[in-house]
Each structure stands twice: as structure tokens, then as C-alpha cells.
């Protein structure tokens, strides 16, 4: 079982960037795609981003396409969300989680393992 931690949520206001972190411990890293996923109040939780084990490959929400930037680091174990250009509608709780294996997928039933999740405010 893997244990993942979320960082550097918080408020910000409309146009402005934030970088999410999310620091993994246990089960081998590498091995496995990661996504970030984020659900706001009263909504379904939404795919955001997703890459694959070795971060070739990469796959975005709609969205968010253009805005935002997914990435992994194998050797500090930590995937990043680099998010630019914020609108109000990206305010949600961000979770990170791993995939079942290498491949990018989309879909929350997928991912065993998640973070405690790290709020993103954006005000307008």
C-alpha cells in the first residue's frame, strides 16, 4: 500500500498560479501512473491530470487543458500539479492518487490508493 500526501493547496486569487505536490511512501512509485483528481462542494470528484509511470505520458481534463501542468519526479517519489492561470471554478479539494498500473487512466475506480486531498481557493 502506498501513502501519498498532498502540499501546497491554497487561497489565490483569480490569474494567479499554484504548484501541488504530492509526496509518495511505500509501495514502489515508478512503477505506476499517478492522476490528480478534485472535487468541489455538492459535485462529482473530477479527472484532472494524469501521467504515466515513466511521465511520457500525459493526459488532461478538458477542463483544464492548456492551464494546467502535470509532472513526476521518480527519484524524490513525488508527482506535481503545476496550475496557472486560476479561475474561480478550479476551487475544489485536490486529490492525488496511483493507478493500477504504467498506463494513464481517467477514471476514479481505477486509483486504490489516495491522498487526504489539499484545498484550492480561487477568489474572483
Known amino acids: 500500500q502506498v501513502q501519498l500526501v498532498e502540499s501546497g493547496g491554497g487561497l489565490v486569487q483569480a490569474g494567479a498560479s499554484l504548484r501541488l505536490s504530492c509526496a509518495a511512501s511505500g509501495r514502489t512509485f515508478s512503477g505506476y501512473a499517478m492522476g490528480w483528481f478534485r472535487q468541489a462542494p455538492l459535485k462529482e470528484r473530477e479527472f484532472v491530470a494524469g501521467?504515466?509511470?515513466?511521465?511520457?505520458?500525459?493526459y488532461y481534463g478538458d477542463s483544464v487543458k492548456g492551464r494546467f501542468t502535470i509532472s513526476r519526479d521518480n527519484a524524490k517519489n513525488t508527482v506535481y500539479l503545476q496550475m496557472n492561470s486560476l479561475k474561480p471554478e478550479d476551487t475544489a479539494v485536490y486529490y492525488c492518487?496511483?493507478?493500477?498500473?504504467?498506463?494513464?487512466?481517467?477514471?476514479?475506480?481505477?486509483?486504490?490508493?489516495w491522498g487526504q486531498g489539499t484545498q484550492v481557493t480561487v477568489s474572483s
Open positions: 501521467i504515466s509511470s515513466t511521465g511520457r505520458t500525459t
Open positions: 492518487a496511483q493507478g493500477p498500473s504504467w498506463r494513464v487512466t481517467s477514471d476514479p475506480g481505477d486509483f486504490g490508493s
